[in-house]
C-alpha cells in the first residue's frame, strides 16, 4: 500500500530552468493537491484536482501549472524556476476527508539557484 | 475567506505532561472540518485527528484530544502523557470544501523534555 508517491525526494534547478514533480496515488482517491511549504508560513496550497481532468487554483498559482490526465496522477510544473520558488513541495490527496483526512506524500526538497 | 492561526511558534513539556497546543479559526461557512498534523523531522504530514463543525462531542484519537470550543472558534489539541516521540511540528488546518481544499496555520514547534 503505497499511498501518495512524490518523485523526485530533491532537486536543484537553476533559474531559468524547467521541471515537473510527480504525484502518483494508489487509493483511487478524487481529490490531490499541491502545496508548498516555507519557513514560518506553514503549508500553502498552490493549485488542486476535485477529479481527472480537472484542476483549480489555490492560494499561490503564479509560476505554477498543472495537469490531472489520469485519476491516480497529478503533475506540477515550473516552467521557468526562480529562486522564490525554492520550497519544500506536498502533494495529497483525499477520498472523504472528514473520515479519512488528506494523505500526504513525503515531499520534494526543491533548491532553485 | 478562511484563516487559521496559531500563536504559539514553541512549545516545551517534560516527559508524561499535558500539553495543549491553540488553534483559532475564521470562517464564515457553517459547515467546516478541523484537523490536527503532526510533522516530525523527517518531513512526513501526518493526520492525527478530525473535528466535524455539527459534531457534538469532542474528538478523541488515543492521547490525542481536540478541545473544540465552537462559540469562541477554537480548535486546541490537547496531547496527553506526553512521550519524547512526540516532539515534532504541529499543524492545525481546516476544509471548509468538502475536501476543495486545506487552510493550514503557521504551525507549533513542541519540544518534550525529559
Known amino acids: 500500500n503505497a499511498g501518495v508517491t512524490q518523485t523526485p525526494k530533491f532537486r536543484v534547478l537553476k533559474t531559468g530552468q524547467s521541471m515537473t514533480l510527480l504525484c502518483a496515488q494508489d487509493m483511487n482517491h478524487e481529490y490531490m493537491y499541491w502545496y508548498r511549504q516555507d519557513p514560518g508560513m506553514g503549508l500553502r496550497l498552490i493549485h488542486y484536482?476535485?477529479?481527472?481532468?480537472?484542476?483549480a487554483k489555490g492560494e499561490v498559482p503564479d509560476g505554477y501549472n498543472v495537469s490531472r490526465l489520469k485519476k491516480q496522477n497529478f503533475l506540477l510544473g515550473l516552467e521557468s524556476a526562480a529562486p522564490s520558488q525554492t520550497s519544500v513541495y506536498f502533494c495529497?490527496?483525499?477520498?472523504?476527508?472528514?473520515?479519512?483526512?488528506?494523505?500526504f506524500g513525503s515531499g520534494t526538497r526543491l533548491t532553485v539557484v | 475567506a478562511q484563516k487559521i492561526t496559531q500563536t504559539q511558534p514553541g512549545m516545551f513539556v517534560q516527559e508524561k505532561e499535558a500539553v495543549t497546543l491553540d488553534c483559532t479559526y475564521d470562517?464564515?461557512?457553517?459547515?467546516?472540518?478541523l484537523f490536527w498534523y503532526k510533522q516530525p523531522s523527517s518531513g512526513e504530514m501526518i493526520f492525527l485527528i478530525y473535528q466535524g463543525s455539527y459534531d457534538q462531542q469532542n474528538a478523541t484519537e488515543g492521547r490525542y484530544s481536540l478541545n473544540f470550543q465552537k462559540a469562541r472558534k477554537s480548535a486546541n489539541l490537547v496531547i496527553s502523557a506526553s512521550q519524547l516521540g512526540d516532539s515534532a511540528m504541529y499543524f492545525c488546518?481546516?476544509?471548509?470544501?468538502?475536501?476543495?481544499?486545506?487552510?493550514f496555520g503557521t504551525g507549533t514547534q513542541l519540544k518534550v523534555e525529559l
Open positions: 495529497a490527496s483525499t477520498r472523504q476527508p472528514d473520515i479519512y483526512g488528506y494523505t
Open positions: 484536482s476535485v477529479g481527472e481532468g480537472t484542476t
Open positions: 470562517t464564515s461557512d457553517p459547515s467546516y472540518g
Open positions: 488546518a481546516m476544509d471548509t470544501g468538502g475536501g476543495n481544499k486545506l487552510t
